[in-house]
């Protein structure tokens, strides 16, 4: 009875909204699917909401082929209207199918996509719509080897969009149908063309109309131009041009909005309106990123797209969550793993000035067993392309978006893949010369001078060496003349569990299962003081900022992350680049608490402050403290037995923190 009463409504709502609304119009189609996941030859079947995944990220990731399948009424009204469906991301694959009659497959975890589905739908009737999804590994859909699980599933929105018969495309690549190239921004002028692809069916001239307004609301631009019939999406275009615009950068985003209207101004067959900001990209000569001729310090973290208890099924209030935690650390920019995240988060980097890099899925995984990652198949190659162009059309117009990413830590080993790098790295500048691109390298060679950036994944003092190499290494990257050529940032990471705890440091080994937090401590401090004195690299990226399910590890999570998989158990590191990086808040913090019951009588004590030199109080007893390296103070040799409070305060007493430590000599020593 819920259900049909759920059928009559959105009957009746879609009926109403088509007499009063001759534009576009969505519909969510969230609720009320039937989910069957085919799993060892068995079906199990279940009602669900989306967004879903039938993996939550805290077992074993479960790679099986799954049916959704959901009724949806379309009204007689309606006929005459054209009806599309748009799914915000399925892993990976998608067959998706109307009354039983296929409309068509999506290949990609990551990206959007859209059908119109106008001639296989029944007016006046309920309708099925069935979705088979597998997200089972194939070797033409990348990614093929990485450290996340693709937990499949249709984990974003799905919706039903009703727009007239002359429209902006909503098929082309699964995108918004309107792309603002910006060919030339500086303080005195901003100009380019708006790209439009129109979808017309009429016959005769439809006039495509551009506005933009700026963030007073005052018109700075408007512009008309005909297009004719277009069975197939072509791209129509505008040009425009502002004197003195107001510039987009992290410290003041301004957004413009572009409205695109078809056929008349006063009575138009369909509306797409957007923001965008306008600024330039550029690296200058001392190898700094820069925003309209600024340089930028880059602190950047890499977002992986799970979550404990959600796995990727992240809603609008998780990405909210996410980014504040990003913001709060001091963190100005996020790189997007693999692919890109939802569309909400990147309009929040629109609106907070938060830099972002997106990649492409093609990767190789960091443990020893990664397998193969490439694939020199026509199939594999093509599937690449495809994402590609669907990562650049959907995000092209987020003026957070300042760089596209070709590949990460792809290894020397089978097929050479560096004539397929070169093809994706003119693809991105062939449709996007406005943006860098950018690639994640933990090998020697010429790969590393393809694309316009790379930033260099360093394992030095954890795999290999020590920490002091890390100088060493800044050094080469210095005085060699080749290594000038190179537009260079860093990468670093190691894992950390909280609850591991140790008393004495050694080398954790690769594929460890036991991970003490203060490893992953003691490298991050070694990293970032010896990165801050040898201040050479365009940007600094932490990998990764929340840790999140790799069913290819044998823990079954990488625990790389400065936030645990429950994004909410700060560890040690977090701290350490808030009171590095974070000049707006306060932080006074005592590091290694995790590891409260210890053996020795004899301790050291660490504590990151942003808020100047700390006062130490041990028991009843002020300690003195050394200035180990910015904003990490350390106090050696301080006595302790039983159970001792360690506080904490700065020199006004309004900042303050505290600890409980337990001398326990009978703890078996780790």
């Not at 748009?86 to 998706?96: C, D, E, K, L, N």
């Not at 197939?232 to 950068?249: G, M, N, Q, R, T």
């Not at 003195?624 to 037995?641: G, Q, T, Y």
Request: contains cysteine; aromatic residues 10%.
């Amino acid at each position: 009875m819920k259900r049909f009463l759920t059928i009559i409504l959105l009957l009746t709502t879609m009926a109403a909204v088509a007499a009063e609304y001759p534009l576009r119009t969505t519909m969510s189609l969230n609720h009320d699917w039937q989910f069957y996941l085919i799993e060892d030859g068995a079906a199990k079947a279940e009602y669900v909401t989306l967004p879903h995944t039938w993996n939550s990220g805290e077992h074993r990731c479960v790679y099986a082929t799954a049916h959704y399948t959901r009724t949806f009424a379309v009204p007689a009204t309606m006929r005459g209207k054209r009806l599309f469906l748009r799914f915000g991301g399925v892993q990976s694959v998608a067959s998706v199918f109307v009354n039983g009659r296929y409309v068509g497959e999506h290949k990609g975890a990551y990206t959007g996509f859209t059908f119109e589905v106008t001639d296989k739908v029944r007016y006046g009737e309920n309708n099925t719509l069935m979705v088979v999804v597998s997200n089972n590994q194939r070797s033409d859909v990348l990614p093929i080897s990485l450290d996340q699980d693709i937990y499949g599933g249709i984990y974003r929105d799905v919706e039903l969009l009703v727009a007239n018969r002359n429209i902006v495309s909503p098929t082309f690549y699964g995108s918004e149908g309107v792309f603002v190239e910006q060919h030339e921004v500086s303080q005195e002028r901003a100009s380019g063309v708006v790209k439009v692809h129109l979808s017309a069916l009429d016959e005769g001239a439809h006039m495509v109309n551009m506005r933009i307004v700026a963030p007073d609301g005052y018109e700075v631009c408007r512009h008309s131009v005909k297009g004719g019939k277009a069975d197939k999406p072509v791209a129509v275009e505008l040009p425009f041009s502002i004197d003195y615009p107001d510039l987009w950068s992290p410290e003041s985003p301004t957004l413009y909005r572009v409205e695109i209207s078809i056929g008349n101004f006063d009575k138009p067959s369909d509306v797409v309106m957007l923001n965008v900001g306008f600024r330039d990209i550029s690296v200058n000569d001392d190898n700094r990123l820069c925003i309209n001729g600024q340089a930028v310090d880059v602190c950047g973290v890499n977002l992986a797209h799970d979550r404990a208890g959600v796995g990727v099924a992240l809603s609008n209030e998780h990405l909210d969550s996410d980014l504040a935690a990003i913001r709060s650390m001091g963190a100005n920019a996020l790189r997007s793993l693999t692919g890109p995240h939802a569309a909400y988060l990147y309009e929040r980097c629109d609106k907070e000035g938060v830099l972002v890099w997106v990649d492409l899925p093609l990767t190789c995984s960091l443990t020893r067993f990664g397998g193969m990652y490439f694939y020199p198949t026509d199939a594999y190659k093509a599937n690449g392309m495809e994402q590609l162009q669907e990562i650049l059309y959907q995000n092209y117009n987020h003026p957070s978006v300042v760089m596209w990413g070709v590949f990460s830590l792809v290894t020397g080993r089978g097929d050479d893949v560096m004539p397929y790098v070169r093809e994706l790295n003119d693809m991105v500048h062939k449709l996007d010369p406005s943006r860098k691109s950018v690639a994640c390298s933990n090998r020697d060679g010429e790969i590393n001078f393809i694309t316009d950036l790379v930033v260099l994944r360093q394992d030095v003092g954890w795999t290999k060496g020590s920490y002091e190499d890390v100088a060493v290494w800044c050094s080469q990257l210095t005085n060699n003349k080749k290594f000038g050529k190179l537009r260079y940032g860093v990468c670093y990471g190691e894992e950390g569990v909280i609850e591991h705890t140790v008393d004495q440091l050694s080398r954790t080994e690769v594929g460890a299962r036991y991970l003490p937090e203060r490893n992953q401590t003691v490298m991050h401090e070694r990293y970032i003081a010896l990165i801050n004195e040898n201040p050479i690299f365009w940007g600094i990226w932490l990998d990764n900022m929340f840790d999140h399910a790799s069913s290819i590890n044998p823990s079954g999570k990488r625990y790389s992350g400065v936030v645990g998989f429950d994004h909410q158990a700060k560890k040690d590191s977090y701290y350490l680049y808030r009171a590095l990086w974070n000049s707006s808040e306060p932080t006074l913090y005592i590091a290694e608490r995790g590891w409260q019951r210890r053996c020795d009588e004899l301790q050291t004590i660490k504590v990151y402050s942003s808020v100047g030199r700390p006062t130490l109080v041990v028991g009843g007893d002020s300690v003195e403290m050394h200035e180990l390296s910015p904003k990490c103070w350390c106090a050696d040799s301080v006595v302790f037995s039983g159970e001792t409070m360690v506080r904490v305060h700065d020199a006004s007493g309004q900042h303050r923190d505290s600890v409980k430590i337990i001398i326990d000599k009978l703890r078996v020593r780790r």
